[in-house]
């Protein structure tokens, strides 16, 4: 961990909002495409977090959010069979504003700005901004990046041709050894800039290649930004698993998030949907503010 603090700002915007089903937040003990296809229900409107990171030597963005192309473009889901599982698994709504680049231009910043932008997980509400983000390096697993070539991607979740466009700088990681007893259980991640700030680590269980992303600095809580590992930190806390994903997968990543406590106390887990996460990122930056 840098003794000296080379993060400016952590900030969080959101690229619209999303219902789900509320056996997709969980706990719930039906298998996904039983539930999925049965539930009457939708949860409230919920965020599609995209966190913004000032660092001295860039600006990072974990996820990008969800491409409004996505409720203007009737062609941008796939039609049939698939079409339909899309239309049961989520609704969203975005507005004009609530784009990747209003939301960058609300804290002061361009696209052009962006540096790294680092995605959780290939599905469709995280990759939204790659159209716009041809100046930055993205980073994504190796292994996520590996599941584009498995059987029947769209059934998976996985929208290629909004995934793989020309023009763009992936960078496919794959995890090697840390030598950081404070991230034990975790002993596999990608340090960004190699001053310990910001660390990928290797989180599956949604997809098997999710990453998520551990930013520390100095006199301040750790935040753990966990895309779809949960959708609700109390119910991480409490070894709870949403509804979809791979449950034995979760189930030990759950285990290792939460044993990370340990040697970071105070962690903080902003996930992708949760719609309390701006609030405890909020109170992690004023607990900051008030011990400087």
Not at 195 to 211: E, I, M, N, R
């Amino acid at each position: 961990m840098p003794t000296t603090d080379p993060i400016a700002r952590v900030s969080v915007i959101s690229t619209g909002s999303v219902v789900i089903r509320p056996e997709h937040v969980g706990p719930t003990r039906k298998n996904t495409y039983v539930w999925l296809f049965t539930s009457t229900r939708w949860t409230a409107p919920r965020p599609i977090n995209v966190y913004v990171i000032e660092h001295r030597d860039g600006l990072v963005l974990f996820d990008t959010g969800q491409d409004r192309a996505s409720v203007t473009d009737p062609r941008y889901f796939p039609g049939g069979l698939n079409g339909l599982i899309y239309s049961r698994l989520a609704k969203f709504e975005i507005g004009p504003t609530e784009t990747l680049e209003a939301g960058l231009s609300g804290l002061g910043y361009r696209v052009d700005d962006v540096d790294k932008a680092v995605i959780s997980h290939l599905h469709q509400d995280h990759i939204g901004g790659l159209p716009v983000l041809s100046g930055a390096e993205i980073l994504i697993s190796e292994q996520e990046w590996n599941s584009l070539d498995g059987p029947l991607p769209e059934a998976r979740g996985l929208l290629t041709s909004h995934i793989d466009l020309p023009g763009l700088r992936w960078n496919r990681i794959t995890p090697g050894p840390l030598a950081d007893p404070e991230l034990t259980p975790f002993t596999d991640g990608h340090d960004l800039f190699g001053d310990g700030s910001l660390v990928l680590l290797p989180t599956p269980g949604h997809t098997p290649g999710s990453l998520s992303l551990l930013v520390r600095r100095p006199a301040t809580a750790p935040l753990l930004l966990v895309g779809d590992l949960t959708y609700d930190a109390r119910l991480l806390a409490a070894g709870k698993l949403p509804g979809a994903g791979d449950k034995r997968q979760m189930r030990a990543t759950v285990s290792r998030v939460n044993a990370l406590r340990d040697t970071l106390p105070g962690l903080v887990v902003l996930a992708a949907h949760d719609p309390r996460a701006a609030g405890l990122l909020a109170e992690t930056l004023a607990e900051r503010a008030e011990h400087r």
